[in-house]
């Protein structure tokens, strides 16, 4: 919900403390993630960010950090489409924006359920060269597929709302975001590094449009 306050040249959508705290999840998911990540792929023998892909950190011993990894930003993610809902109260996307962000929040749940296959060198003495896909490493990737594709559905869906209330330049980055995020998918053939970067750029972007939705003003 958001109180309304007015001026002779503009009004200000000011959200209510409680969308502001459940957005909150929305905006640390993002660096949550992908900052562990970073600090595990660093530190774990064997891994290599041009060969391995951050979800194979939940394999091997230490991999259970990876998996409340998933879990908790899996959770952050739901609190900050519920928190988006709120933010957005009668204005254009409230309906969609929520649920596909929901969408990619269960994707990381759905993750944390189903590991990515080993392979690529690790975790230590897997084979090299690319894993050999299993039924929940296919599942893992069925599951992320659909979570970005929902990510790259909501970008689009959180122009509207930020165009409405002035922010022109941000609602054409949302439009551009998916591209980014897919060219990064895209390039996954060629450099798993790509696959990492564009993943880690939707989750950034929806960081940033959160916060901005949350806090900024509606300017007219």
Same mark, same amino acid.
């Given at each position: 919900m958001t109180h309304t306050l007015s001026t002779p040249h503009q009004s200000v959508v000011v959200p209510r403390p409680a969308a502001r705290a459940v957005s909150v999840g929305g905006m640390v998911a993002? #660096? *949550?993630?992908?900052?562990?990540?970073?600090?595990?792929?660093? =530190?774990?023998? /064997?891994?290599?960010? +041009?060969?391995?892909a951050i979800s194979q950190l939940a394999l091997g011993d230490l991999g259970w950090i990876q998996t409340v990894?998933?879990?908790?930003?899996g959770a952050l993610l739901i609190g900050?489409?519920? /928190?988006?809902?709120?933010? %957005?109260? !009668?204005?254009?996307? !409230? +309906?969609?924006? #929520?649920? *596909?962000?929901?969408?990619f929040g269960v994707s990381f749940l759905a993750a944390a359920a189903l590991p990515a296959d080993a392979? $690529?060198?690790f975790p230590v003495g897997a084979p090299e060269g690319v894993p050999t896909m299993s039924a929940h490493g296919a599942a893992h990737m069925f599951a992320g597929m659909i979570?970005? %594709?929902? %990510?790259?559905?909501a970008f689009l869906v959180l122009a509207r709302p930020l165009a409405a209330r002035?922010?022109?330049?941000? $609602? %054409?980055? =949302?439009? *551009? $975001?998916p591209v980014a995020v897919l060219a990064g998918f895209a390039g996954s053939a060629a450099s798993v590094l790509a696959f990492t970067t564009g993943a880690g750029l939707g989750l950034l972007w929806l960081t940033a449009v959160t916060a901005r939705l949350t806090t900024g003003a509606r300017t007219e």
């Open positions: 993002g #660096p *949550l993630f992908l900052g562990a990540g970073v600090v595990q792929g660093l =530190s774990r023998e /064997g891994f290599d960010f +041009t060969r391995n990894n998933f879990l908790l930003v900050g489409a519920l /928190g988006l809902r709120q933010a %957005l109260r !009668r204005e254009p996307g !409230r +309906t969609w924006a #929520p649920v *596909l962000v929901g969408v392979g $690529a060198g979570g970005y %594709l929902a %990510l790259c559905a002035g922010h022109r330049g941000w $609602a %054409l980055a =949302s439009r *551009l $975001a």
